[in-house]
């Protein structure tokens, strides 16, 4: 049989052949940190037998579905010793999932962090033992009757959902432990050799809060101890920058029990909130779009002509007005179709960009809020562009390269997602395979590569997500472009062609920021709350030494005042040393000490929060440095 490996390299093999064979042919270095095998497109254990010609790709830690290989096996290895320690346990699902993996367990008593001390124990005698993880088959029947007999509910329910289809059940079974499993593994569970528990906590059995509460471990697994090490430091780190703890030490906003999902604002941060939507704002005028502004509540029959009532209505508020029903928005895209609907237009009017500070209302469980990172309010930066199909291509990549511009502002890169068309879709498949098509040539002529998410897209499109990787190298979801044929064809949107005849526009909504709320929790983490100088709340804390020397610090704030320059005056009876040391808490840029000599000369002592004492300046000097600072949008 012939066999196609990476590069198109084809190689000639006996039929029968396995994975993990061809991975020792082509090297014995591959096939030590060979995790799983992609055969025809599928992702498969290494020792499972090819028996014709085949695409075969051998998949190791650093690849996706290798790395899910690897950490789905250390959630097998924490299953089982558990089981060991707890028999009594009910075993629920065990997934790998971004930097790790978890598994949920029906225990009497939940799990605490000293028994994740004693399950580790146990998962390092496992991982000793050179276990392999075997797969076999029962039928529907007989799957059922032997987790029955286990006790294990939650497998059978699981098994249920199979045997309606007909399938035969897939099993793992390594040593003494036997888990219901579609796969795949490692070959051997000693391959795992640096792992560590986490956390542990609550989840409803399928997220359903109707459901029991289970107890939840999560871990990480790698190859290498160096790189578990390194994680455990970046998580050591990300605690540091939590958006949570940071928002309240510098009084950004609060989250509260009376609304919870729906924060608080303070004072410090609307001044941060303000001036990233003046940024904002102008950057959308450079780029040529125009704002609107769409109701938060509108009629239901609105949302069944958008299609939103028939694929979304789980997450929506509901209201009745005047014995009418409304719906609050949980998307602007059908408000923005009705701004469209008020004027005829012509070809010559497109494109048209509509951009919206938009406020929807999403209704989410309360066991997945978490800051400002998922809520149930939030200010969409969205925008809707009207085009022809001539201008679609030529759109996405001004819309990329206003992303490129927004993001690189902000010291952030990303990576490019293809999302394609999902199970819940309207519209005709061939439609949606131009659409995705599109958004692809669109990206590649701008040199930019992508990865696909296949099932992803809207219910309307396929769309472009932008994953933003921040300081340590975290990755975050917030901007999106998203093509759509349908939501025009439901509005009956038109323009006039060059033709004379009326033609459907195509339109794209995008996102740069994802939500205002999210996005400032991301750039908190990012920055770790030492935001550059044109983003900070309070930018200058001026500290007289005594209280002779207030008079030239008014003066100071006058100079400030005039330049835009945001800054507070501590006149507080404290030490100096004390008031420089607060200030470097609150993040404050610089720090301006005043005393004799400072006000003898009209000068200022300038403290820098990153680079420490610059030395004396004239409050002009001062005052253009931080204009620089601010203008230029500086990080430093």
């Known amino acids: ?53 085949a695409s075969l790709e051998i998949l190791t830690f650093e690849d996706e579905d290798g790395k899910k290989a690897f950490r789905h096996t250390a959630s097998h290895i924490l299953a089982q010793a558990v089981k060991r320690l707890f028999p009594n346990v009910k075993l629920a699902i065990g997934p790998a999932i971004d930097n790790g993996f978890y598994y949920d367990f029906d225990v009497e008593t939940p799990f605490t962090t000293e028994d994740l001390e004693k399950i580790e124990a146990e998962m390092k005698k496992i991982v000793k033992e050179g276990l392999e993880p075997v797969q076999f088959y029962l039928s529907p029947d007989e799957a059922m009757k032997t987790l029955a007999e286990q006790g294990e509910i939650y497998k059978v329910e699981l098994c249920k959902e199979h045997a309606d289809k007909g399938e035969q059940i897939s099993f793992y079974k390594q040593g003494d432990f036997t888990d219901l499993c579609a796969g795949p ?170 951009a919206e500070l938009g406020l929807v209302h999403r209704h989410e469980k309360s066991g997945t809020l978490h800051g400002l990172f998922r809520v149930r309010c939030f200010t969409q930066d969205d925008a809707h562009i009207f085009m022809t199909w001539e201008q679609v291509e030529g759109e996405i990549q001004n819309v990329v390269k206003l992303f490129d511009e927004v993001y690189s502002t902000f010291g952030l890169t990303y990576e490019i997602e293809v999302s394609t068309m999902p199970e819940d879709h309207i519209g005709e498949k061939e439609t949606w395979d131009f659409a995705t098509d599109t958004l692809k040539k669109a990206i590649t002529a701008m040199g930019k590569s992508y990865t696909i998410n296949e099932g992803d897209g809207a219910f309307y499109g396929p769309k472009l997500d932008f994953h933003l990787a921040d300081s340590l190298g975290r990755t975050w979801q917030c901007g999106t472009i998203q093509l759509d044929m349908q939501m025009p ?33 991301v750039i908190t983490e990012h920055f770790a709350g030492a935001f550059p100088l044109w983003l900070t709340p309070v930018q200058v804390k001026i500290m007289p030494i005594a209280d002779r020397h207030n008079d030239f610090c008014y003066k100071i704030a006058e100079a400030l005042d005039k330049i835009g320059i945001r800054y507070e005056i501590d006149t507080r009876s404290e030490k100096i040393g004390y008031k420089i040391r607060e200030a470097q808490v609150k993040k404050i840029n610089y720090m301006l000490v005043i005393g004799d000599s400072e006000v003898e000369e009209g000068n200022a002592s300038v403290r820098c929060r990153k680079r420490g004492d610059i030395g004396k300046m004239s409050v002009e000097e001062l005052c253009d440095m931080l204009k620089d600072e601010v203008t230029k949008k500086i990080i430093l």
């Open 1 to 53: 049989m012939l066999i196609t490996l990476k590069d198109n390299v084809v190689k000639e093999y006996q039929n029968g052949t396995s994975a993990y064979d061809i991975a020792k042919d082509i090297s014995a270095g591959l096939a030590r940190a060979a995790c799983a095998a992609k055969i025809n497109g599928k992702v498969c254990d290494l020792r499972t037998c090819i028996d014709s010609d």
């Open 185 to 354: 593994h490692l070959m051997n569970v000693s391959a795992v050799k640096a792992f560590k528990l986490t956390s542990v906590t609550g989840a409803y059995w399928r997220g359903d809060e109707k459901n029991k509460m289970l107890s939840r471990i999560y871990g990480t697994a790698f190859p290498k101890a160096s790189e578990l090490e390194a994680y455990l430091t970046m998580l050591e780190e990300a605690k540091k920058r939590d958006h949570r703890k940071l928002g309240k030490e510098l009084e950004l906003f609060a989250l509260m029990d009376e609304g919870p999902g729906f924060p608080f604002f303070l004072p410090k941060g609307m001044v941060l909130r303000n001036t990233l939507l003046e940024y904002w704002r102008e950057i959308h005028k450079k780029y040529g779009y125009v704002e609107i502004s769409t109701p938060i509540i509108l009629n239901q029959q609105l949302w069944h002509r958008s299609g939103h009532w028939d694929h979304y209505k789980d997450n929506m508020y509901t209201t009745v007005i005047d014995e009418e029903d409304y719906a609050v928005k949980p998307m602007n895209c059908p408000g923005g179709m009705l701004v469209y609907k008020q004027f005829p237009h012509s070809y010559r009017d497109l494109p048209l960009r509509m």
């Open 489 to 521: 064809e439901l509005f009956e949107l038109e323009y006039m062609g060059s033709d004379g005849e009326k033609h459907r526009p195509v339109m794209i909504h995008r996102v740069v920021l994802g939500s205002i709320e999210r996005f400032i929790g």
